[in-house]
């Protein structure tokens, strides 16, 4: 089969992957779509020691199985199916979970990949390719509302304007939430519903004298200097929401979050079903954040474009 293998930093393209092997309950998916997210450039940085085929945002059509012919999109975690976490239908937090693409398990950039048949879901007609390779990330920014109220009248904040950012904002708008965005690129204002505010410089220095501080601050940027200046854009009582892994550990006062009584929330994976939803409805525009498309045989090319600055969403198609 032909993929992306990555080792010790080095992508290569290769026709002799293994095949995904079938296995009861699991269905095996030919990718048509994946995206480059900011995980897989930090894998091809060393991250998690990832030795494998890399990608997690895909869509792709079954080859087998219940949904067999079906456009499906999958969550990436696979869980052991017998720990108190997967009993409670939480695969996202089995401790002895694999995740497609990034721990102890074969992902997207290739040919085809294999997940839990309970994994996937079937792409509504009104969702395109393009579109539902954003399902992934989408779901990981709605999942702020499912662990804080970011309804109407909630004033939320949100620390960055890449892919994680732009989408964190969409999610909290369309639940209706006084939404805005704190960013380093003027023209992506263009990218948000009309409803969000855009600001420039707010991260990068201490704001002149008091400022109307948020109720939810979103760090989106995995940025550890970022990290440190969100205490001060927050109103006591009010919520942190962690939504990026930083690579280096972060040193932060936390005496401001012990004085005003912050929570710091961490957030990751969202349930695939509700992003769906979203974008089937149009409440979720991200087929803008798309860049360029390149095939897998271009994929250095394709890191490449990914890797400049200020590009949104480098899609794969093998
Ligand atoms: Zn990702
Ligand atoms: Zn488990």
């Known amino acids: 089969m032909r993929g992306l293998h990555l080792d010790r930093g080095r992508l290569s393209l290769r026709g002799d992957l293994p095949e995904p092997s079938p296995r009861p309950d699991w269905t095996v998916v030919a990718v048509r779509r994946a995206g480059i ?14 030795v494998g085929t890399p990608g997690h945002e895909f869509v792709g059509v079954a080859l087998d199985g219940p949904l067999r012919g079906r456009r499906v999109v999958g969550e990436i975690n696979a869980g052991c199916g017998e720990c108190a976490e997967c009993r409670r239908g939480d695969a996202r937090h089995c401790a002895s979970r694999s995740v497609l693409g990034i721990f102890g398990h074969q992902g997207a950039f290739a040919e085809r990949l294999a997940l839990p048949t309970r994994n996937l879901l079937a792409v509504p007609d009104a969702v395109s390719d393009d579109e539902a ?9 709605l999942h702020i509302a499912d662990d804080i109220e970011v309804g109407p ?10 892919k994680l950012g732009l989408l964190c904002a969409m999610a909290l708008a369309a639940r209706g939430a006084e939404v805005t965005v704190a960013g380093r690129h003027a023209e992506r204002a263009a990218l948000l519903p009309p409803s969000v505010a855009y600001r420039i410089g707010m991260l990068e220095s201490q704001p002149a004298g008091p400022i109307d501080r948020f109720d939810v601050v979103v760090e989106a940027t995995g940025n550890p200097d970022v990290l440190a200046r969100l205490p001060a854009l927050v109103r006591p009582r009010g919520t942190i929401v962690l939504k990026t892994t930083t690579e280096r550990p972060v040193a932060i006062d936390l005496a401001p979050l012990v004085v005003d009584e912050i929570r710091l929330v961490g957030s990751r994976c969202g349930r695939f079903e509700p992003a769906l939803q979203a974008l089937a409805e149009r409440r979720a525009a991200v087929a803008g954040l798309v860049a360029a498309r390149y095939s897998l045989a271009d994929a250095e090319s ?17």
């Open 133 to 141: 390779t954003f399902v992934e990330p989408l779901a990981a920014a």
């Open 302 to 318: 394709a890191f490449a474009h990914a890797a400049r600055r200020g590009v949104l969403k480098v899609l794969l198609e093998p």
């Open 153 to 162: 009248g909630v004033r939320c904040l949100v620390a960055g304007d890449g």
């Open 37 to 50: 997210c900011a995980t897989d450039q930090a894998l091809v940085r060393g991250y998690m020691d990832f």
